[in-house]
């Protein structure tokens, strides 16, 4: 049996990887490779994901196989408490934020509690039916259904976690959960007019109406959720003196990296923004849910409302991410492309909101559809 060679885990940074000059940096969503010398010569080989978790368990089957051994079997007694603290650990490395973090904590640690009533203490517990019984509980712990398909997606994060680190043999399937809320539609022009002079009529305190104007101009044109626009630094709003300003950041959410150009009247705007903390736009300290919180309650809510918009769809910042999409793909830039300025770990997700919304698609059908219909006689 020979011994296997040295591999090594690099990444290869997109051009505008804030991370680009570090390549074993785990904080960013860029493609992983491997690299690794035997008998004098130096290999190359793509990892063929984006996650460095995902990575290791590559590199560990290949090390097996250049040493010609035979892979170790799925470790069976991984305590839950413990691949939870692991898991934990790696979200944390990613640079997630501290109240999704939070998020995690809390349904897995309620996962944790609902297996030990079920004597279930080991990962290879988790099975299908254990699982299901498990989200059977979310209906009453949380009424919207877009509430239980996030955590349905926190959860299922873990059982991905758990594969990959070869503790389970393959994950696990959770019940689908249907969304029945109104899902949130784009502004028209006019409606993003109107929701702009609202605020003025709206936000007495002229310092707080300039605030208020400011982030919903940065998201209607950066595409950012409202908690990455509030935590959003002045140092994430770059030029490189030719006009241009991006921004550049990493979600809340998922900590997958964004990079958006904005208008330099938006830029010209944010950059007047008063604020008690000079890093920041927005934020000045507190916890990041709490904050969102506030700016939805007495800032978003009232100005849509006052704009007349709280009848059409549910008024919510999430609408103005909604219109910096749609007004993308509705000129032609693709999918593909749209997830990425969006920050979505997949471009399922993104099709899954944003598909009716893809140009030329329903002609491309309609085209295909009359080219089966039967010409009339001449």
């Known amino acids: 049996m020979s011994t296997a060679p040295v591999i090594t885990i690099f990444v290869r940074h997109s051009s505008d990887c804030k991370y680009k000059g570090d390549e074993f940096s785990k904080r960013c969503q860029c493609r992983k490779h491997l690299r690794w010398t035997q008998n004098a010569t130096q290999y190359r ?10 990575a290791e368990a590559v590199k560990r089957k290949l090390e097996d196989q250049l040493a010609g051994r035979t892979p170790e079997p799925i470790a069976k007694g991984r305590g839950i408490q413990e691949a939870i603290a692991v898991f934990i650990q790696d979200k944390t490395v990613q640079g997630i934020s501290i109240d999704v973090l939070g998020k995690y904590r809390r349904e897995l640690a309620r996962l944790q509690a609902f297996c030990e009533r079920r004597r279930v203490f080991t990962v290879a517990g988790l099975d299908r039916e254990l699982l299901t019984q498990f989200a059977g509980t979310w209906e009453s712990q949380y009424p919207s259904s877009t509430t239980r398909s996030k955590v349905r997606e926190r959860v299922r994060s873990f059982l991905r976690y758990c594969y990959e680190a070869q503790w389970l043999e393959r994950v696990p399937q959770l019940p689908k959960v249907k969304i029945d809320e109104v899902p949130t539609m784009p502004l028209s022009a006019d409606e993003y007019a109107r929701l702009l002079v609202a605020v003025s009529s709206v936000v007495k305190n002229p310092e707080h109406a300039v605030r208020a104007r400011a982030l919903f101009q940065l998201m209607r044109f950066s595409g950012l959720a409202i908690e990455d626009a509030l935590t959003l630094r002045r140092a994430e709003l770059e030029t490189e003196g030719d006009g241009l300003y991006r921004v550049r950041t990493s979600r809340q959410k998922t900590g997958v990296h964004v990079c958006v150009p904005i208008p330099v009247r938006i830029a010209e705007e944010l950059l ?20 969102t919180r506030k700016w939805s309650r007495y800032y978003v809510a009232p100005v849509f409302k006052a704009a007349k918009l709280d009848g059409v769809c549910f008024a919510t910042s999430h609408r103005l991410r909604d219109t910096f999409a749609v007004d993308l793909l509705e000129k032609g830039v693709p999918l593909e492309e749209v997830s990425k300025l969006l920050g ?6 993104t099709e899954g909101d944003y598909a009716k919304w893809v140009k030329g698609r329903q002609t491309r059908l309609d085209a295909l559809v009359r080219g089966t219909w039967d010409e009339p006689a001449g």
């Open 45 to 54: 080989k793509a990892a063929g994901s984006r996650s460095w978790a995902e």
């Open 272 to 291: 007047e923004v008063p604020n008690t903390d000079p890093n920041f736009f927005f934020w000045s300290g507190e916890l990041v849910e709490s904050l």
């Open 344 to 349: 979505h770990e997949s471009i399922k997700t």
